[in-house]
């Protein structure tokens, strides 16, 4: 059985199959998810925290794959076409994957803050928050 932050995930991401992000409601989330509003608020915080938790879970499933195609049998030139048939399915097939790679976040993806900078060491730092 799914916890009530997977269930949440899940219905967060299937409310962007219907709509842009701006017009998903935490609280049809939480209904969705079979969770009150206060569980989701408990649980991310709010909005932001629930879009984070979004593009993590994207970013965590696509390296995932990465990692898989990384094993597969044969020698490095397999492996990378294997990691690179994988990337190109991610991105055909995510949204989020693929605003995750190119840094394209169509206005109806939740994604970084405007604010939001890349440092030279990789790591996304939004100003006033943590990384």
């Given at each position: ?76 030139g397999d492996r990378l076409a294997a990691t ?48």
């Open positions: 059985m799914p916890t009530a932050r997977d269930a949440l995930l899940d219905a967060a991401r299937a409310a962007l199959t219907t709509r842009p992000w701006p017009a998903v409601r935490m609280v049809e989330v939480a209904a969705a998810a079979g969770v009150s509003r206060q569980t989701l608020h408990n649980e991310f915080g709010g909005k932001d925290g629930l879009a984070r938790a979004l593009v993590r879970r994207a970013a965590d499933g696509y390296l995932a794959g990465v990692e898989q195609a990384l094993g597969t049998a044969g020698g490095t690179a048939a994988w990337t190109a399915r991610a991105t055909r097939t995510d949204d989020l994957v693929r605003g995750l790679l190119t840094g394209c976040w169509e206005g109806r993806l939740p994604g970084p803050a405007p604010s939001a900078t890349l440092t030279l060491s990789g790591i996304l730092r939004i100003p006033g928050g943590a990384a």
